[in-house]
């Protein structure tokens, strides 16, 4: 977090209060905004963790190296590094709290089993930018995605996300929906900070996704090539996602617990 701050609003930390006293990320501030900007709080374990491969750290560490070649070669500033990844968005609530008579040892829940969701595309730069969210639905057609009335349609429009359906009968995204998020946010994206940085058009850019067999494939490597010669791609080592994505993570958590939230 401190890091963050310092690189994004350093002035933060010169601030003075009517006390005299400074900002500082003290413990219980830290705890604060876990709490409230996140909807974190300390929880029990209820299953194990991602087991990382034997090697994780070894993997990481040649990552991060290969991230730092290319941003030092090509002067790659914060701005036009991007991370992405997709997470499962579910409509019911995980909770699994209702309402019921005070003493209750059997409760029954509508919807305890509904499965039903859509991925999301969640995209973050290295200086902080956040990207506008691709949404992918399963169906092939307009009445498979919200409707223009639903709350806040337009806003989530006019901030640049895309709501699109898979064109399959599941939600997940595929060779056609990677071109599509390529095309109508990742590419947009670097050519407008690229004029607002006053860098020319050549300025080469990096992007980190997951070695998923569509982000690997030949099409899709092959599609980047011909057709974004100037973004290159750096893919986490398997099975170190959460190891090796920290920009995502926060903004996942954040989408996976607030649209149930707004369902209800």
């Known amino acids: 977090m401190v890091a963050t701050i310092l690189e994004s609003h350093p002035e933060i930390f010169d601030k003075r209060f009517h006390d005299g006293s400074c900002f500082k990320a003290s413990d219980s501030f830290v705890r604060s905004w876990l709490h409230d900007a996140l909807y974190w709080s300390p929880r029990k ?3 194990a963790a991602h087991k990382l491969p034997e090697d994780w750290e070894d ?3 040649k990552s ?3 991230k730092a070649y ?3 070669l090509e ?5 036009l590094f991007v991370n992405s990844d997709q997470t499962q968005v579910t409509y019911a609530p995980r909770d699994k709290m209702t309402w019921a008579a005070t003493g209750s040892k059997q409760v029954s829940l509508v919807g305890m089993e509904e499965k039903r969701a859509f991925t999301t595309m969640v995209s973050v730069a290295a200086d902080g930018t956040l990207l506008p969210f691709q949404a992918i ?3 092939k057609g307009s009445r498979s995605l919200p409707k223009s009335s639903s709350p806040c349609f337009s806003d989530a429009v006019k901030a640049g996300f895309k709501f699109t359906p898979s064109g399959t009968k599941t939600y997940w995204s595929n060779q056609e929906k990677m071109c599509e998020f390529v095309e109508e946010i990742l590419a947009p994206y670097f050519t407008e900070t690229k004029r607002r940085l006053g860098l020319p058009l050549t300025q080469r850019c990096l992007w980190t996704i997951d070695v998923w067999s569509v982000h690997r494939s030949e099409e899709f490597r092959l599609y980047m090539r011909v057709n974004h010669v100037t973004i ?4 986490v080592p398997g099975g170190c996602t959460g190891a090796d994505q920290p920009y995502t993570a926060p903004i996942q958590a954040f989408a996976q617990t607030v649209v149930p939230r707004g369902c209800r």
């Open 232 to 235: 290159i791609l750096d893919f």
């Open 45 to 47: 374990a209820t299953r």
């Open 137 to 139: 639905y399963a169906g």
């Open 75 to 79: 002067d790659i500033p914060p701005a």
């Open 70 to 72: 290319s941003i030092k």
């Open 64 to 66: 991060f190296f290969r």
């Open 59 to 61: 993997q990481c560490t």
